[in-house]
């Protein structure tokens, strides 16, 4: 795949893959140790322009495209899984609706910032009872004059605490089910407004991951994100965009654990001979290459085909479905080529393991993705 890519994505490559290794690698371990969130490196990502990658330049975007951005997501998730998913909820799951539905001012207002990294967003969709089932939202948004008054909460929301601001959805016309829910773009400091607590994860750890609490919310009418009731397909368009970018996450991650893997192999000697001498680890070698290939190959294509504006709905979930759990094998071999040293803290391969569980749950579990796929594939209608 490489081969067909232009000129500036292979920029964009080395001038990414430089940065992580320079300024994220060193500091991945401790990130994951201290639960730290790396606001420097976050606002050093906006000065470089990777944060706005896919986005015209008259937006505060690089003038890319989405294949570049998978590019960036891959070589940082490749150091930092902590990193890669403050960048994907920032960019992929906040910046990308603004872009694809704000007005001219909202774009303004919103999105130059953001892709500057002066601000940080985030996106609420999930509920301690919508998850899966997004269309299940209790949160309420009622018109008020000039007002929206927004009533509810959000939960598991990456970046949620820390956020300047957040894209939620919510019901706008309860009795139209899916087809009354609306999205909305609410600022930090608005009254009615705060975070909750910050969850204990099990990987991930430099990402807050937060509740969102909405009491008698006031926004502004002009902070509504497109039009009145269009939210749902609003954001099945952005976990669209989303689950491109989360398997791109799951590649890096894959990709990180195999090299450390290959590393270790050609220096770690056992009865008189490195163990890459060993078939048993050169096949267990063989599959994961295999595997990350392939994944690169479904991920970059998915990616292409939302650069194209052609249909990539079913592309993505595959992308997402195989990639993620692609991602899982190979880190299970990187743990188990390793022996008992991939099962301490000193190896990184412990860290990647832990960190790439999420990405079968994030933006649509797994099981939803198969829901999808198959949808697609025999033209069932959801119901």
């Known amino acids: 795949m ?59 975007g690089s003038g890319g495209d989405y294949i570049g951005l998978i590019i ?51 996106f609420g969709l999930t ?99 497109g039009r009145e009731n269009e939210g749902f397909k609003q954001f099945l368009a952005t976990l669209d965009a989303g689950r491109v970018a989360i398997a791109a996450m799951a590649l890096g991650l894959a990709q990180g654990a195999f090299d450390k893997s290959v590393a270790y192999a050609k220096e770690r000697v056992q009865f008189n001979r490195p163990i890459a001498q060993f078939q048993a680890i050169q096949w267990m070698i063989a599959e994961m290459a295999t595997e990350i290939e392939a994944a690169r190959l479904m991920v970059n294509r998915a990616g292409m085909l939302k650069d194209h504006g052609e249909p990539f709905t079913k592309e993505a979930s595959m992308a997402k479905l195989f990639a993620t759990e692609m991602s899982e094998r190979v880190c299970h071999k990187a743990i188990q080529i390793h022996g008992g040293y991939g099962y301490i803290r000193d190896y990184a391969v412990e860290r990647m393991y832990r960190d790439q569980r999420l990405c079968a749950i994030g933006e649509g579990t797994n099981e939803i993705q198969r829901l999808v796929i198959a949808r697609q594939v025999l033209g069932i209608e959801k119901g």
């Open 2 to 60: 490489d081969s067909q890519m232009t000129d500036e994505h292979l920029l964009i490559r080395q001038m990414v893959r430089d940065f992580a290794e320079k300024e994220i690698a060193p500091r991945a371990e401790e990130i994951d140790a201290t639960d730290e969130f790396p606001a420097d490196l976050f606002r050093r990502m906006g000065e470089l322009g990777i944060l706005g990658i896919p986005f015209p330049e008259a937006e505060g």
């Open 127 to 225: 509920e301690p009872q919508a998850g899966s089932d997004a269309g299940a939202t209790l949160t309420r948004a009622v018109r008020d004059g000039d007002e929206w008054v927004i009533n509810g909460r959000k939960i598991f929301i990456t970046n949620g605490s820390l956020a300047d601001m957040v894209i939620i959805t919510a019901k706008t016309d309860p009795d139209k089910g899916t087809a009354g829910i609306s999205s909305f773009i609410v600022e930090k400091g608005t009254p009615g407004f705060q975070p909750g607590r910050n969850e204990k994860k099990m990987g991930l750890k430099g990402s807050v991951t937060s509740e969102l609490l909405f009491e008698n919310c006031r926004i502004p009418a002009g902070n509504l994100l």
């Open 72 to 122: 960036a997501m891959e070589e940082i998730a490749r150091v930092s899984g902590s990193v890669a998913i403050i960048f994907d909820a920032h960019t992929s799951l906040c910046c990308e609706p603004i872009s694809l539905f704000g007005t001219p001012e909202q774009k303004r207002k919103y999105l130059l910032p953001l892709a500057h990294g002066e601000k940080i967003g985030a």
